[in-house]
């Protein structure tokens, strides 16, 4: 069985990275415009702070986790947005008090979770190493559409190992949520590592998911693949390639998170 100890501490490191991104910014910079379309810095932020404790809640209240599922079933397409956007109009200084409490009362009782203990959620029940995973996943994405609107660089990191896999785990997920059938046939995924020079190109080790000899592939930089499957850049400005048809439809559509796909990112340079 794999140690899940890593996951929480890349959870950390992961949260205290975008910390320290966005730990001084002007109350100007929490109102910039992000890519995701209506939400600000501060709505980053806000999401992932209420993502945070709707998790705690399910880790530790599972009355009240309830009523949250139910204001979800209630708004489906709007649930998500109403949670930021509350967030959002706090004072830049209490949002991120509160998303830093908030984090670090999630990592305490997930780290110290019993072992085959499992948590309700909006989707199925998950143990602690795998919430901490989407959490992980999630702070990267959210803070990936920071990063680009305050325009600067993140050297990627092997953390990125748990978004690859998320991935990879959810390729049938991201056929089922567009009414598409999932191929039967597993696929080869084969992604480089980050090689620590901080340009995401890869060079690294090599991260293997798959039969070997399997016909459909994926190849391509860990960073690139982790893009698309947050659909936080277009297929056709990154490096992953697909061998097969099936595989080249999921590149298309891969999302390593749950809910709707939602528009994606336009290609650079498109026109409105």
């Given at each position: ?21 966005v ?6 910079d ?6 995701a379309?209506?939400w ?7 999401h992932?702070?209420w ?17 949250e ?12 947005d ?8 706090l004072?830049p ?5 509160e ?29 602690g ?15 990936q ?8 660089m ?67 930089p ?6 698309l ?8 400005d ?35």
């Amino acid at each position: 069985m794999t140690d899940p100890t890593p996951v929480f501490d890349d959870l950390r490191d992961e949260s205290e990275e975008l910390d320290r991104l966005v730990g001084e910014l002007s109350e100007e910079d929490w109102a910039l415009a992000t890519p995701a379309a209506g939400w600000t810095v501060a709505h980053q932020i806000a999401h992932l702070a209420w993502t945070d404790r709707s998790a705690l809640l399910a880790a530790t209240d599972l009355a009240a986790f309830g009523a949250e599922v139910e204001k979800a079933l209630a708004a489906p397409d709007r649930f998500v947005d109403e949670g930021a956007e509350e967030g959002a109009g706090l004072p830049p200084a209490r949002l991120l008090a509160e998303w830093r409490a908030g984090r670090d009362a999630l990592h305490k009782v997930l780290s110290s979770a019993p072992r085959g203990v499992r948590f309700p959620w909006y989707g199925p029940p998950m143990s602690g190493a795998s919430m901490a995973t989407a959490r992980l996943m999630e702070t990267w994405a959210h803070g990936q559409d920071i990063a680009d609107a305050l325009h600067v660089m993140r050297p990627p990191t092997d953390r990125l190992r748990h978004v690859a896999r998320i991935g990879v785990r959810a390729r049938d997920f991201a056929f089922g949520v567009r009414g598409l059938t999932p191929p039967e046939e597993e696929f080869r995924v084969e992604l480089t590592s980050p090689a620590g020079d901080g340009d995401g190109d890869g060079g690294g080790e090599l991260w293997t998911y798959g039969p070997e000899d399997a016909a459909q592939r994926v190849t391509g930089p860990a960073l690139d693949f982790c893009l698309l499957v947050t659909r936080r850049a277009h297929r056709a400005d990154l490096a992953v390639r697909a061998q097969g048809a099936d595989a080249d439809r999921w590149l298309d559509i891969a999302q390593a998170f749950a809910g709707p796909p939602g528009t994606g990112r336009p290609p650079k340079g498109a026109t409105e």
